[in-house]
């Protein structure tokens, strides 16, 4: 029985992480990343201590035009909570952010991509 998530043609799915990478439809990328329904950026985060508002603007910008209204978080090797002002900062620009390990942030990505709904995932590579 095949389980992989039927995904859109056309969207990103997150097919491996760990080494410090990710492999994202295809293609490889060395660090964290911020993945988006149609695109995958680079992201210079390599722990919950540099996360900020503005290293989170593509994902801002991304839900201004309407395009993303939840942001899957991992976090790393563990689950770990969001500053409350960084969280009440992203409700204000519609964004709802949903913290968990990194591995746990890629499934439920890919699981959400193959539910049609709007949602980003920035993931903080992992060993």
Do not use: K
């Not at 591995?103 to 060993?127: C, D």
């Amino acid at each position: 029985m095949d389980v992989t998530p039927l995904i859109p043609v056309g969207r990103q799915i997150v097919e491996s992480y760990g080494d410090f990478r990710f492999r994202v439809t295809g293609t490889a990328h060395e660090g964290s990343v911020l993945v988006f329904p149609t695109r995958t950026l680079g992201w210079n985060v390599r722990d919950m201590s540099m996360l900020t508002l503005d290293g989170l603007a593509p994902v801002i910008e991304g839900a201004q035009a309407g395009d993303i209204e939840l942001l899957l978080l991992g976090c790393g090797p563990r689950l770990s909570m969001v500053p409350r002002d960084l969280r009440a900062a992203l409700r204000a620009q519609n964004v709802v952010i949903e913290p968990m390990d990194t591995g746990a942030a890629a499934r439920t990505f890919n699981v959400l991509m193959a539910e049609g709904r709007r949602v980003a995932a920035a993931l903080i590579a992992v060993e």
